[in-house]
């Protein structure tokens, strides 16, 4: 199996910055795309960014311009660095990889972090 943990959440000012980390441990094969995804209470799910192994980027429209998406492959990390933080960024955020394990490695799996909370204030 694959275990995903995120790192760096908390508590920041509207138009302050906070940076996340997703590291993945386990009976890896290889990881594909990793992202990341947000759930505000009372809303579903929603993709903020991901990265593919190469380095491919995807931006959901609200975080263009103002968050970053960045993986180490040696590491089997990405970050988020978010920047001009905004209330409605407020959300627990999840880590996501798509991943083949050791031991099936033909097959490809979803896998998710519990999640870190991040609370804008304005």
């Known amino acids: 199996q694959v275990q995903l943990v995120e790192s760096g959440g908390g508590l920041a000012q509207a138009g302050g910055s906070l940076r996340l980390s997703c590291a993945a441990s386990g009976s890896i094969f290889r990881i594909n795309a990793m992202g990341w995804y947000r759930q505000a209470p009372g809303k579903q799910r929603e993709l903020v960014a991901d990265?593919?192994?190469?380095?491919?980027?995807n931006y959901a429209v609200s975080a263009k311009g103002r968050f970053t998406i960045s993986r180490d492959n040696a590491k089997n990390t990405i970050y988020l660095q978010m920047n001009s933080l905004k209330p409605e960024d407020t959300a627990v955020y999840y880590c996501?990889?798509?991943?083949?394990?050791?031991?099936?490695?033909?097959?490809?799996?979803?896998?998710w972090g519990q999640g870190t909370q991040v609370t804008v204030s304005s």
């Open positions: 990265i593919t192994s190469g380095g491919s980027t």
């Open positions: 996501n990889a798509e991943a083949r394990i050791a031991t099936n490695p033909f097959v490809s799996n979803n896998y």
